[in-house]
């Protein structure tokens, strides 16, 4: 496959999962509000010491705390991605509603993909394990894996331990590092470095083709809270505190 960015899947299909990828963003965005930005309570406390500490003005700490937000929404996005970009090579597929992330074409392989290793607790692991066991128990060839884009080390083992107390082993079931599935489903051993050093082109070349308008997405919480401080002649910290602590004894003199 001769190819401008990567060799195991088609360009085309990466300025797809690109484009994707650019629309959980411009959702996460539109989506924090400030009623969003205040539905777990904003720490106003901290907010303080940060900005006193580390030298930061009120709008830089209010726009952080923003991004950390849409980053939480974000997370599960990037694993998408990575799904999509396997789901590509040559004789699999994705297939996320059917309640895999990864299958091969023949049923030979079965996967569940998450971008970091310490995403789950004990009981998201072990349900992990017993739905890879069940797809292991069904399919008398397949090999499942629990894949860890973003693992300790690089490796390939059978997955076997204790999880909420109990044993468990399978003699199909693995975990994985991301180097390494990439490696296996395409047959290239450097295809997740590949991937991340096409990244910056592609992602530049599909920035160039989107649609007028596709990138403008912002999020409306900091306008917001900047003109309602204006309103109220508050700092944009003790409008916050006000909106967020009002029940609280003194807090209603902000």
Known sequence: MNNKYVNFISDSHLLDCIRNLHKAYSRAKKNITKQSLYSNKVDTFKLTFDAKFNDEDE??????????????????????????????????????????????????????????????????????????????????????????????????????????????????????????????????EDALFQLYKALPVAINDYLKSAEPGEDSTETSALDDLKEGARKSKRSILDLITADNYMYYSGFDKL
């Open 59 to 188: 709008e830089f700490l209010i726009h952080t705390e923003i991004v950390r937000q849409i980053d939480k929404s974000i997370n599960n996005s990037i694993g998408t991605f990575h799904e999509q970009i396997l789901g590509g090579i040559k004789g699999y597929q994705g297939g996320k509603s059917k309640g895999y992330d990864i299958k091969a074409e023949d049923d030979t392989l079965f996967a569940d993909i998450k971008n970091k290793h310490n995403t789950m607790n004990s009981s998201a692991t072990e349900s992990l394990f017993q739905k890879l066991a069940r797809y292991a128990d069904d399919n008398k060839k397949a090999k499942c894996y629990w894949v860890q884009i973003l693992a300790k080390s690089s490796f390939c083992e059978l997955w076997s331990g204790i999880i909420n107390g109990k044993e468990y082993s399978h003699s199909r079931v693995y975990k994985i590092s991301g180097d390494q599935f990439y490696y296996l489903l395409s047959g290239q």
